[in-house]
């Protein structure tokens, strides 16, 4: 199993980025898939997640109204839409993907990290 994300860069605060994450090496159909990110020094945080069939949404409170998930199953593909970027968004952001709980309504829990798979993580630089 192989998590491929990409669309991480440099931004000046108020812009956009959009991160994709490519799933590969299964069927992912019944499988939510999501977002973490991890800033420096700090622990990795909840983003977002959408469950395997994108009728249930959650977003980190920090997040809302700005980042926009969804999923593209055709393609195993999870994205993340982040409009009105701030310099505290800065940071690693890892795609994961978990097939015990579909719907991933455990993922905004705090410390709650019990997930299938796990990307690489790409880099999200945001300046003031």
């Known amino acids: 199993v192989q998590l491929q994300a990409s669309g991480g860069g440099l931004v000046q605060a108020g812009g956009s980025l959009r991160l994709s994450c490519a799933a590969s090496?299964?069927?992912?159909?019944?499988?939510?898939m999501g977002w973490f990110r991890q800033a420096p020094g700090k622990e990795r945080e909840f983003v977002a997640v959408?469950?395997?069939?994108?009728?249930?949404?959650y977003y980190a409170d920090s997040v809302k109204g700005r980042f926009t998930i969804s999923r593209d199953n055709a393609k195993s593909t999870v994205y993340l839409q982040m409009n009105s970027l701030k310099p505290e968004d800065t940071a690693v952001y890892y795609c994961?993907?978990?097939?015990?709980?579909?719907?991933?309504?455990?993922?905004?829990?705090?410390?709650?990290?019990?997930?299938?798979?796990w990307g690489k993580g790409t880099l999200v630089t945001v300046s003031s």
């Open positions: 090496g299964r069927t992912f159909r019944r499988y939510a």
């Open positions: 994961a993907v978990d097939g015990k709980d579909p719907y991933g309504s455990r993922w905004y829990l705090s410390h709650y990290y019990d997930i299938d798979y």
């Open positions: 959408i469950s395997w069939n994108g009728g249930s949404i």
